[in-house]
């Protein structure tokens, strides 16, 4: 396995594999089972995987976790190896953004400033930024994303579909710990006691799931259920949500379930987490 560093390698790298079919898996590292899961998906459809480890500044707001975020390169090399990864590209902040860079591609005006984007506005500018430079390098055949950040897949394939990128994005189930909880790199800061408190979210999402598969489909029943489920959890910390919200797509709202064509998106902060989960419903 290769271990990149610098733009100008991994162009190199990209060059020597020709035409064999490349996956792309783009993480900001402390790699969990999640990210496991994409990487052997990618492994399954490409004769190689180029993951990319980066902690992306420019998603981060001024207030977020941008200098505790997790780091453990050392362990996430190891996990890519043993997976059999072709490469892992780890650039400084230096390599990926030039003092002069500024060139940003503006999300979509609503789907980019709701939910997420709602209360971290220049969060998916910084996302789309990031991948884009990630495509244009490693040029790959698939893109391999967890359907946990729902809005951000919907938001990376709007972008393949209005630049016509030569890319298909792949959407990979949510993985869930042995509790319920959906892995997350962010899942680390909570405490026992906050990750006890936590599993009211899956507990949610396995509520409105069983409702759906009974036949309730009126989005307004359903987020009642939601907020009763989540209110009446007995927690042991503060739990506040965000959003508990039904769309299509489009993240447009939606009054009733279209089977196949809906979610479900849920953000609840625990403690000083900010946590999501989701139902492709
Ligand atoms: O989902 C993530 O980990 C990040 O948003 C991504 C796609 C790697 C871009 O920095």
Redesign the pocket.
Known sequence: MQVLQSIKELKAFRESLGAQSVGLV???GALHKGHLSLISESSRHNAHTIV?V???PT?FGQNEDLSTYPRTLEQDLALCENLGVSAVFAPSVEEMYASDDEIAILPPKMMGYVLEGFDRPTHFA??LQ??IK?FMLTRPHKAY??KK?AQ?VLI?QKMIRDLHLPLEIVACPIVRDDDGLALS?RNVYLSAQERESALCIPRTIERIESAINQGVLETKELENLARQTLDSSKSLTPIHIFYAYFCDHSLAPIARIKRGESLFLLAVRVGRTRLLDNLWC
């Open positions: 783009p993480t900001m990319s980066f902690v992306n998603q910084g996302v990031v991948v990630l994303f967890g950040d951000q990376v790199s």
